[in-house]
């Protein structure tokens, strides 16, 4: 029941959602959304519990007065006032509404906006021709960059006045992402699938079952 | 200095990545700008347009990348305006509504255009595909009312519009890949002419049409944006984009090349 | 209430930009709130776009007996009752039974779909380029690209060769692997710089148009 | 004699028809016309195909009738335009007969009608036959896969070339330990269906293994509730299996928050505060790879990230210490572990690849000899 019952689980699952890839059949076809259907109402029973472990680690947090413990508050805070509207009145209620736009999304949008110094920051520390690979790296970005921007264009046609590459930047830009950039990411995709493909056919033949409590990896 | 340089805190980047991005947006910088085709032939097409003709624009952005798109919108829409184009607005996306009717608004005021007269938002309908198919037969029968649900017999620039054939031009302003579904479904089986303005990320994708002419034109980023004001002469967020955009880049290339730069040196140094 | 709204927005907004210096109370206000409100969403969210449409309408429905399809709807909810077996140490394999599902259905669903849409699709946009060679179609330089495409991919996927050793023949193409897969690494850094930007332009347009202007709008 | 007479009439007849067919905008009937049930569908459709008519014969465009049974003859769909040759009817009951016409419709509105088809139904069929050759080279790799493992099993010595980033793991580990810091485990935002997931999952399993010993502490912050629970069984085994089950604390494995941003945010107050000596991302990533391992950076922690998210690898190339490379993260598991299981398995991998190859010098040779089966072969069915 421990062991046995989960192996044959997960192959039965396995199998039934590859044999309804190959059957267009509306029978085949009406198991595979039932199923599909399945996997998101099991969903927010693991929210639940997940939830749970939150609000236990803050708890605990203000229990012991760990440092900055005051802020777990204001964790408890976040969650009763969103579920406290959200769940009885609907995600429709004008404050749950208020309440994203004017809290929620602004904050995305501001982390997210954090990537414009990250991207920056990283750029000058990684970019160093230290080797080979690391100035093919480097000059492909510099070069990318600047075919970008019309002013790129224009400060490497001044740059480059003396070479024959000069007033070519934004079509070279335009060659490397469709030529060398898309054959690395052809390679790319090519091996993560056969790994991808490789373990899940390990997980549904039951070889691999470390996901099962790491026993016998 | 060079090892002061090399191992510079990172908080002195972020610092010149924001002097980067305010200093032109308030001192109005402007660096050059030549016009592109694709740009020119949207333009032309619309230039050309006698006034009382119809377009449509397809608000498909979302809240998360409105950047781009939106001069677009305020640029093309001044430009009809002023010609006395009516323009018709609807959007794909359900989050872009608010969005989109914020934008007409504001571009109407500013140039007196008359809600229901000189334009009309007619908001979102579920199923894009669906949505574009059926308006090829009938507009009314997929918005029977705009956006603030005022019913489209009672909108009068709408009298005289029944389906795509008294549309002169569809303008596609998008962060996604709904120009694939306007091109298949409007453009090829009811002949509506397409043009597109799309952020910066997904305009490769866009050569091909533009290639075989199933776009009239193409709006690219915020350098589309800035091309268009520069061609109606309004400078606005386009312009303003372009040049932060423009400073961001050379800041972060000419971090790189000083990096280097000081690279080599230290390197040179330790190996003498 | 619009007005309020901008400022609440502004200020959390500099709370998190206040991150870029360090860490900070303003910042650390900010962080938890943002992860309380998400959580607190989420639970909404997963009740009333959830469990209530996908699981409570159907068996509702079953129940008055419009539709006994809906008693179906029992399975998932029996196998998403069994996480809470968790919180009993005798019975906390059960919890088992759910991942063991959700993983076979993943792995499934992924097997014939990856064949498809990556190692079909991508083998057959590599080869078809020669198809117009025969056709004579392509100019001289385009048959360059083609045969380098080929190049690329068939020296990147010989860097993910682990079984065999990296000499020899070997070592030199998977060097020219690493070589195409740091142009492209180099190209797509360098490409993403514009829309990164684009988003920070977003907010500081929103803190200088949007707050700063409704502060100048009061007087 | 006679017979010359007679062809002569008839052409003159027919000349003269199809001029006051012309004359009147009369049409001529499509021709040659087909019902059949759609092949390689769920059942739901019908395909009805004609042969075009002559160019000029004044045809604006076909409208297909339909009879359900005995009932009466209806148009259904739009007026398909001059130049179609083929209409999908999806509008069909399973278990339903029916009969088409194809009608031209001239300039004029003048309409003719074809003869009509005999009765068809629309049946799903259980196999796709446009997807035979996915499922022959699911099953050959599959086989291969199963065969490498065994014959690892059976004790051959396999070998695996050098992952620099994993050599890096005792490192990292060592680092922390000797500081007194915590490891940072990050395993993205993918849920627990997801392979990369997966692999991120398995990892972290070696990696538990090795904390066990030194009592550091490997905090695991989810963003997927199923994630979350598979991970504190996963972790606790490992120390069970090292036998310091004393040493596990469920509290550093938790639940943060589903959101993406918000996420992000969180772990990067954890990054920021608790200084950890090791991060570890591992799994699924979007947008939030590079405001996670800046800061990582920021606080000098060593980072070893793998992910199968090609567009978020140049940004973990950039800021982070190692970068497994796609594929190498489902390499990792065979490195770190050395089971005969895994090391089957990546040989299985390597086999996958040479078959790729195999296709591609193929279809290069066959294209370039103008024939094209194999792309039409691999060519996407829906």
Redesign the interface.
Known sequence: MKRQVPLILCFLFGVVMILTEFSPHAASQSVYNEIVNWTLIVWPFATVLAVATLVQTHWARIQRRSEHWQYSYVVFAGIIVMAAIGVPFGMKHPAFEWLFNNVQVPMGATMFSLLAFFIASAAFRAFRARNTEATLLLVTALIVMMGNVPVGDLVWNEVMAWSPWSDKVSEARQWILDNPNLSARRGIILGISLGGISQSIRIILGIERSYLSGGDA | MFEKLLNMNRQIVFILVVLAVIIPMLLNIRLPLAVSEPTQKLYDYIDELPSESTIMIAFDYGPSSFAEPEPMAEAVMKHCFDKGIKVVGLTLDPEAVTLADNVMQKIAEEKGAINGIDYVLLGYREGPIQVILGMGVEIASVFESDYTGTPLSDIPMMADITNYDQIDLLLDLAAGTSIDAWITFANTKYGLKIGAGVTGVIVSEMYPYLQTGQLVGLLSGFLGAAEYEKLIDTPGKGIAGINTVSFVHLLVVGLVVLGNIAFFIQQRKEQG | ?EVF??W???F??LC??S?????NPF?????????????????????????IP??WTPLWAAIIGESPAGY??L???C???L??A?LSSRHS?L??????????????????????????????????P??S???GTLSGWEIF?AV???????????????????RGPVKWISKV??????????????????????????????L?NDWIGSISALF | MIKTTQWVAICLVLCLSVGTAFSQGEPVAPSNVTAVDTPNDDGSSITIKWDAAAEDTGISGYQILRRIADGELEPIGDLLPAGTTAYVDSAIEGGTAYTYVVRAVSETDATVDSEQTPAVEGTGEWFHTGKTAIFIVMLLFSAAIVWNIYDARSGKDIFVRRIPGLEAVDEAIGRATEMGRSILYVLGLGGVSGAATIAGMTILGQVARRTADYETALRVPCNDPIVLNVVREMVKTAYLDEGRPDAYNEDNIFFLTESQFAYAAGVDGMIIREKPAAIFLQGTFYAESLILAETGNSVGAIQIAGTTSESQLPFFIAACDYTLIGEELFAATAYLSKDPMFLGSIRGQDWGKLLIFAALILGVLLELSGINWITTLLQRVS
């Open positions: 209430m709204g901008i609440i927005a502004a959390l907004t998190i930009y991150f870029l210096y360090r860490d910042y650390r206000f900010a962080e938890h709130l943002f992860v309380g409100m998400t959580v607190g969403y989420g639970i909404a969210r997963s009740i009333h776009q959830g469990f996908l699981a179906f709807k399975i998932p909810i196998i998403g009752l996480f809470f968790r394999w919890v088992s039974y759910p991942i063991a599902i959700l993983i076979g259905f993943g792995s499934g669903a992924m097997i014939p779909n990856a064949f498809q849409a990556y190692i079909f699709e991508q083998t057959r946009g590599t080869i078809e020669f198809g060679i025969h056709a690209e380098l495409m080929i190049v690329g991919v068939v020296c990147t996927l010989t860097y993910f060769f682990f079984s065999a050793e990296h692997g690493i070589a195409f897969l740091m142009i492209g690494f180099g190209s797509a850094f360098g490409n993403t710089v514009m829309g990164r930007v684009a988003l920070l332009i977003q907010r500081v347009d929103f200088i």
